[in-house]
């Protein structure tokens, strides 16, 4: 079984819907939880951090953290063309050097 | 404002050669980390080093992987006798401190072994 699961998509939305990515996860000792935006050739960028469990809003972006599920969502309102991209979710425990990424999810959000 | 700086973007060796990535971390940050993404896989940790130490190379393969971290100069993950298992792409990260939980990442190295 993997550490995170994520369902590769690819998924396809008109401009300006609500976006739901979600990830699940086997290891209960993970506490850090991260969503990261890919570009095309381009390196993972940071999005959103949460910790533990609860809900993040930023923006256009809601993190959301279900620890008794092992389930974390990413939730993008009133999407735009520029959303476009793979989503990547990763966490890790305390005091761990290395994050667990899922597979990524591939959005394309059309015009 | 430079963030993580990796070369060469894209790098072709022939199998049984070697392949030397090098990354330069953001500004300010003395903590490197190395990923590999597989194709359709996600990106899975190598190795975590410190100016002069390696701090965790956990994920690192046995033979003929090796990562390190100078007091000057880049960090060099170092590819030897290259397979072509080891096609992927190479992403180098920084942290200004310790905990993995932030880190930022640069544009990768695709390595493509002929």
Known sequence: QKEVEQDPGPLSVPEGAIVSLNCTYSNSAFQYFMWYRQYSRKGPELLMYTYSSGNKEDGRFTAQVDKSSKYISLFIRDSQPSDSATYLCAMTQTGANNLFFGTGTRLTVIP | NAGVMQNPRHLVRRRGQEAR??????????????????????????????????????????????????????????????????????????????????????????????
Not at chain 2, 29 to 36: D, T
Not at chain 2, 43 to 60: A, H
Not at chain 2, 63 to 91: C, H, M, N, T, W
């Open chain 2, 21 to 114: 990535l090098r990354c330069s971390p953001m500004k300010g940050h003395s903590h490197v980390y190395w990923y590999r993404q597989l194709p359709e896989e996600g990106l899975k940790f190598m190795v975590y080093l410190q100016k002069e130490n390696i701090i965790d190379e956990s994920g690192m393969p046995k033979e003929r992987f090796s990562a390190e971290f100078p007091k000057e100069g880049p960090s060099i993950l170092r590819i030897q006798q290259v397979v072509r298992g080891d096609s992927a792409a190479y992403f180098c990260a920084s942290s200004p401190g310790t905990g993995g939980e932030k880190l930022f990442f640069g544009s990768g190295t695709q390595l493509s072994v002929l």
